[in-house]
C-alpha cells in the first residue's frame, strides 16, 4: 500500500517529524522515500543563518550569509524601510544539501532502507504535487507549517494546498 512515500522538508521542526514518521512508514513497509526540498526562496537571511548554525553549516557558509544579512541590512537603510532581497542561489543551494544530509541521517535512523533525495526549485505546493505524480506517491508526509510563519498567512499553506489537490494520501505532521 505505501511503497512511495514523499517527504518535502524545509529544514523545519514540523518537517523533521514528517521526515521521521514517513521513514517509520517506509522501514515498516519496506517502500521507497522520496525526500524532497525546494530552495527556500522566501526565507530571509536571518532564518537561513539560524537554520545553518542548527545544521552545523561550514563557517564560510556562515560568513557568506551573514553578507547577504548586511547587504540587506545596507539597502533597507538606504531606502528608509524593508525591501526585498535575494539570497544568492548558491547559499541556498547549498542550504538545500545541508537540509537534505539531515533528513537522509533522520530516515536512515529511523529505519529507512530505500531512499531518493531531490533538490528543486519552484512554487513549493506546486513542486510538491508535480514531484508526488512523477514518483507515482502512495503518500506525501509533511509538516503542518514550515520555516516561514508569516508568509504561509499571507500566502496560504503550503500543506494545505497540497492536501485539497494531490491524488495520494496527505499526512500533515504538528
Avoid: W
Avoid at 544530509?101 to 512554487?123: L, M, S
Amino acid at each position: 500500500m505505501l511503497q512511495t512515500i514523499l517527504v518535502p522538508t524545509d529544514g523545519s521542526e514540523h518537517a523533521n517529524k514528517a521526515v521521521d514518521l514517513a521513514a517509520d512508514l517506509a522501514g515498516k513497509y519496506d517502500g521507497r522515500m522520496v525526500i524532497l526540498h525546494i530552495l527556500l526562496r522566501h526565507a530571509s537571511a536571518m532564518e537561513l543563518k539560524a537554520l545553518a548554525q542548527e545544521l552545523g553549516a561550514s563557517d564560510a557558509l556562515l560568513q557568506r550569509i551573514a553578507k547577504a544579512e548586511d547587504a540587506y541590512a545596507e539597502t533597507a537603510m538606504a531606502a528608509y524601510g524593508p525591501v526585498p532581497l535575494m539570497v544568492p542561489d548558491n547559499i541556498l543551494i547549498e542550504m538545500g544539501e545541508l537540509i537534505t544530509e539531515a533528513a537522509e541521517k533522520r530516515a536512515k535512523a529511523h529505519g529507512a532502507r530505500d531512499f531518493t533525495v531531490r533538490v528543486t526549485d519552484g512554487a513549493p505546493a506546486e513542486v510538491i504535487l508535480k514531484a508526488a505524480d512523477h514518483e507515482q506517491a502512495d503518500a506525501i508526509v509533511m509538516g503542518s507549517r514550515g520555516l516561514g510563519n508569516l508568509t504561509g498567512l499571507l500566502m496560504g499553506s503550503v500543506s494545505h494546498k497540497v492536501a485539497n489537490h494531490a491524488v495520494a494520501t496527505c499526512i500533515a505532521v504538528k
